[in-house]
């Protein structure tokens, strides 16, 4: 029987950015006020459907101190964004959609103000939650500040202890408890700081009553393969692809772009990866390898096997650019207005963009084998390639060219061209300067 997770594609939003949210919650807020500003999100998802997704990829949307990635607490929706009810309106207007929801768990840390923390800095190693943490107590005195272990280097988040049957309760808690509510996932931040064994003893537990729950855990480094195997996690980001796609396209070598999809090929035996060009964490992929490059890199990967996400503005063209500093997510998070623009509202670049999405993720839908096939390059150059993707029945062919002039290139058995531009001439096709073209077999 197959799974919702080989046709689910994600439209991914992070709501404290996009909602206007302020960076901290006001002193209103945190004693018990909110600000409704989740319903927001749901004024756009008409557009995701629009698009041809059918899944919507939440970033945090728990109490937290700042940017949502240091939880307060795992039961409440941060009041910036609102509380239970608009969260069940969400859920429950995706639900009439047809829209799948995966919610972003924070379970490495937690922010240094979550009241389980907040009890050992009162009560030193006697209080309850004190188990939750790994804390260097020698020479701590009451009114001293708590040495725990904290995330990367951030003092405000504060590593859990992955070996405490407590923490493993939390977690599996918390997870229940929303997806009793009526979500179909969770995204595992930060997965790859966590020991694999922690995963593979808190999954189980929660898929023995949700056995359709998907688990996508991000992962940016290390043996992915391997990683699944002993976490049990459904699937891992896909960093690799994402790096060798405007890596490739923005140097004008698609040497490296072949040896990405060598190595996303790798991974087809154990498990689909979460693929995607944009999340809340990188450059805008407009910004990475310009505007007028955007259509090839849709084209691969939504060729490509795995489980494709389109990050919330990157469907315009949106540009903007991380920076290493205090803040410099900021650009990649805009606020977004009420409702989606008007066609005639867009740019000819943006409505471009928009279109290319549209048409190549009607042709992934067409195509649901492409979730898990492999994909060849029959020719390989510099600034031009033909990648096929394929079963032992069906083909689909996608061919770049990043140069200044027309390419003659080899296609075998292309037989209609499905999306972008291109001349079929009997086993070859000619591709227009700075195009792409996708072919059906």
Known sequence: MSSWTET?????????????APIRPTDEERDGGVVHRLPRIEG?????????????????????????????????????LGDDGDVDRLIAAARDRGIRILLDG??????????AFRALETHGPEADTADLFRVRWDGWSPGDRVDADVFEGHDALVALNHASPA?????????????????????????YAVPPQFWARVLPRVRSAHPDAWFVGEVIHGDAASIVRESTMDSLTQYELWQGIW??????????LAHAIERNNELLAVYAPQTFVGNHDVTRIAS????????????VLFTVA????????????????????????????????????????????AERI????????????????????????????????VLRTATGTEAIITALNLGDGPVTVPVADARRVLAGTARLLSAEAEIPAGGFAVFSS
């Open 8 to 20: 689910v594609m994600w439209w991914h939003v992070y709501p404290l950015g996009f909602t206007g």
């Open 44 to 80: 756009w998802l008409d557009h995701l459907v629009d698009l041809g997704l059918n899944g919507l990829l939440l970033g945090p949307v728990f109490a937290s101190t700042t940017h949502g990635y240091d939880t307060t607490d795992h039961f409440r929706i941060d009041p910036r």
């Open 106 to 115: 924070v379970f490495n840390h937690v922010g240094r103000e979550h009241p």
């Open 167 to 191: 923490v493993e309760d939390f977690v599996v808690d918390v997870m229940t408890h929303w997806l009793n509510r009526g979500i179909d996932g969770w995204r595992l931040d930060a997965a």
């Open 247 to 256: 890596h490739a396209i923005s140097d004008g070598n698609l040497f490296e």
């Open 288 to 299: 990475a390898i310009g505007v007028d490059r955007v259509p090839h890199a849709l084209a």
């Open 306 to 349: 795995g489980v494709p996400s389109v990050y919330a503005g990157d469907e315009f063209g949106y540009e903007a650019v991380k920076e290493e500093r205090l803040g410099g997510d900021d650009a990649v998070r805009p606020e977004f207005p009420d409702a989606p623009p008007s066609p005639e509202a867009l740019s000819a670049s």
């Open 354 to 385: 928009l279109r290319t999405h549209q048409q190549l993720i009607a042709l992934r839908r067409q195509h649901p084998w492409l979730h898990r096939a492999h994909t060849d390059a029959v020719h390989l150059e510099n600034t031009s390639m």
